[in-house]
């Protein structure tokens, strides 16, 4: 009973928001004494300073994965069932590995990893980051439609407009790289104006070519990006709901055990008190 009070004591605590607070801010400190270190002159007054505050900061790294880890108490894997805390265990643990302590640009990355580990105080960058991975695949297969519709265009443009505008259109790759610039509209007019001297197919290639690729694949992938979400949220509940209660139980159930065993925890405490009495 004692054991499971002790791992309830140490949930709740790195489980509080003053906890977190005070992790974030000692990624925020982390942060800040990374950037300061790249400024020579600071570094030759206060460089020894600055490597105290930066071994100060992985010592509380330390202890608060530990802790965390302790909070399971019997069940130390589950810790390691959350892909964020993998990723805090490998960023702490490997600055002390044999061949990574020596490098010191290994070294300078993995501090710069740690800033990443701010992330998961922010749930819903948290959950842009999931997106974003999610997305990956099916934007692939966007990628790769965009691709092939800039290359037939850029033919198109170089067949139009090579001989009059060799400086854009001159080659296939140069017709590739003007197309993917007006990807994003920026200088849509001045081409349209230059190549309506060349050629009266100039509207129609640029308007059919920022319809087709700016407005309805960009909107595509706009939808891709909003199901990944979608299924990212879900995901993240279902990640949420499974390390809170990691046999199965319902969540409003495990809390329920969890209080009862501390309230049968004083209640022998109380008992031995009697007895003792």
Do not use: H
Not at 19 to 35: K, P, R
Not at 151 to 162: D, N, S
Not at 233 to 257: H, N, T, V
């Amino acid at each position: 009973m004692a054991k499971s009070s002790r791992e309830g004591r140490l949930a709740t605590l790195v489980d509080s928001q003053r906890f977190t607070m005070v992790i974030a801010s000692v990624i925020v400190l982390n942060a800040v004494i990374l950037g300061l270190e790249t400024y020579p002159s600071l570094m030759r007054t206060y460089g020894n300073a600055l490597e105290t505050l930066n071994q100060a900061c992985y010592a509380v790294f330390v202890v608060e994965l530990i802790l965390r880890i302790a909070s399971y108490g019997r069940r130390p894997q589950d810790f390691f069932r959350s892909g964020w805390n993998v990723f805090d265990a490998v960023i702490v643990f490997a600055v002390v590995l044999p061949g990574i302590r020596e490098q010191a640009q290994v070294l300078r990355l993995l501090r710069l990893a740690r800033i990443v580990r701010l992330l998961r105080f922010l749930p819903d960058a948290r959950l842009l980051v999931r997106t974003v991975v999610k997305s990956i695949p099916s934007a692939f297969s966007m990628v790769v439609l965009t691709a092939l519709l800039v290359f037939v265009y850029a033919m198109v443009g170089w067949t139009l407009f090579a001989e009059e505008l060799p400086e854009t259109w001159g080659t296939a790759g140069r017709s590739m790289l003007t197309l993917f610039i007006l990807l994003t509209l920026e200088n849509l007019p001045v081409y349209l104006a230059e190549a309506e001297q060349v050629s009266s197919f100039a509207p129609l290639f640029f308007v059919s070519f920022v319809v087709l690729a700016s407005f309805i694949v960009f909107n595509l992938l706009i939808g891709i990006v909003i199901g990944s979400m979608d299924s990212a949220r879900e995901e993240e509940e279902q990640e949420s709901q499974a390390i809170a209660s990691p046999d199965g139980f319902d969540g409003d159930l495990a809390q329920k055990m969890r209080n009862l065993r501390v309230a049968l925890d004083e209640c022998e405490k109380e008992l031995a008190s009697r007895s003792s009495a």
